[in-house]
Nanobody
Framework: QVQLVESGGGLVQAGGSLRLSCVAS????????MGWFRQAPGKEREFVAA????????YYADSVKGRFTISRGNAKNTVYLQMNSLKPEDTAVYYC????????????????WGQGTQVTVSS
């Protein structure tokens, strides 16, 4: 069992930045590929970014490429999402996910999910 707890969400003006964190516990963090997803009101959950277990490979949705950066600190059991140049359309609940294969994470079928953290971007 893996427990994921997100933090770092909040209210920010358009053009601003936030860094989300997701702390994992319960199993060996470095075995898992990690991802971030988001869900806006009335919309389906969508993929944002993912990172391989070693951190050597990253994947991004086109909508965030060049603005968001995913990284991980295996010693701290934490995955991060640095979000720059935020736009009102980035407003959503952001979820952390973990699984044994990167393709499963990217597909949104990860085995483990956090409870989410709210990000609100004002115009």
């Amino acid at each position: 069992q893996v427990q994921l707890v997100e933090s770092g969400g909040g209210l920010v003006q358009a053009g601003g930045s936030l860094r989300l964190s997701c702390v994992a516990s319960g199993r060996t963090f470095s075995n898992y590929n990690m991802g971030w997803f988001r869900q806006a009101p009335g919309k389906e959950r969508e993929f944002v970014a993912a990172i391989s277990s070693s951190g050597g490979a990253t994947y991004y949705a086109d909508s965030v490429k060049g603005r968001f950066t995913i990284s991980r600190g295996n010693a701290k059991n934490t995955v991060y999402l640095q979000m720059n140049s935020l736009k009102p359309e980035d407003t959503a609940v952001y979820y952390c996910a973990a699984d044994w294969t990167p393709s499963t994470v990217v597909a949104g079928a990860a085995h483990y999910w956090g409870q989410g953290t709210q990000v609100t971007v004002s115009s």
